[in-house]
Antibody, heavy 117, light 109 residues
Framework: EVQLVESGGGLIQPGGSLRLSCAAS????????MSWVRQAPGKGLEWVSV???????YYADSVKGRFTISRDNSKNTLYLQMNSLRAEDTAVYYC???????????WGQGTLVTVSS | SYVLTQPPSVSVAPGKTARITCGGN??????VHWYQQKPGQAPVLVIY???DRPSGIPERFSGSNSGNTATLTISRVEAGDEADYYC????????????FGGGTKLTVL
């Protein structure tokens, strides 16, 4: 059974850093395209970043230069390193796996990041 | 980057048919996926590759895509279908490969 479990969210001051983790089971992270998607309170879904199976990475303009997506193949885990956090980064962050047609076929339950002083 | 436009809200009576549109420039040339999100829950894939249904999704959910508009159709709407629905495409030629529409709130009257 495919499962994605995020962790690492919490309350952080503006300018701070946080690393989110997404532990996967039932499939191999490195063999799939993996994404981070966020949702600010009361708002819609916003794609944040993707890492392809070959290792290429892409970012939304809103986080480029501040966030870094990576994976640990030995732990079958996806990460999102978030630096220079801003109030507008406050959101629930979801990790998701891509299927054969680039649909996001499995999602984690999400982890809440609150950036506030 | 590519822009997807959805109506903010759609209302439908139980048992009727709901249609939620997703507009984009020549969207018919792309694969469109649809997600359902209920309050406090993660999104769930309900349609992929324009019109395919994942296992476990009722046949009442269907999709189409042509020209500049993709459509999610929900037949015989039930109270449990009330949720936010998002369309999404993969723009392989872009540095921002995944794009979501703004979402549509489906209200069952």
């Amino acid at each position: 059974e495919v499962q994605l479990v995020e962790s690492g969210g919490g309350l952080i001051q503006p300018g701070g850093s946080l690393r989110l983790s997404c532990a996967a089971s039932g499939f191999t992270v490195s063999s799939n395209y993996m994404s981070w998607v966020r949702q600010a309170p009361g708002k819609g879904l916003e794609w944040v970043s993707v890492i392809y199976s070959g290792g290429s990475t892409y970012y939304a303009d809103s986080v480029k230069g501040r966030f870094t997506i990576s994976r640990d193949n030995s732990k079958n885990t996806l990460y999102l390193q978030m630096n220079s956090l801003r109030a507008e980064d406050t959101a629930v962050y979801y990790c998701a796996r891509s299927g054969d047609y680039e649909e996001l076929d499995y999602w984690g339950q999400g982890t809440l990041v609150t950036v506030s002083s | 980057s590519y822009v997807l436009t959805q109506p903010p809200s759609v209302s439908v009576a139980p048992g009727k048919t709901a249609r939620i549109t997703c507009g984009g420039n020549n969207i018919g040339s792309k694969s469109v996926h649809w997600y359902q999100q209920k309050p406090g829950q993660a999104p769930v894939l309900v349609i992929y590759y324009d019109s395919d249904r994942p296992s476990g999704i009722p046949e009442r959910f269907s999709g189409s895509n042509s020209g500049n508009t993709a459509t999610l159709t929900i037949s015989r709407v039930e109270a449990g279908d009330e949720a936010d629905y998002y369309c999404q495409v993969w723009d392989s030629s872009s540095d921002h490969p995944r794009v979501f529409g703004g979402g549509t709130k489906l209200t069952v009257l």
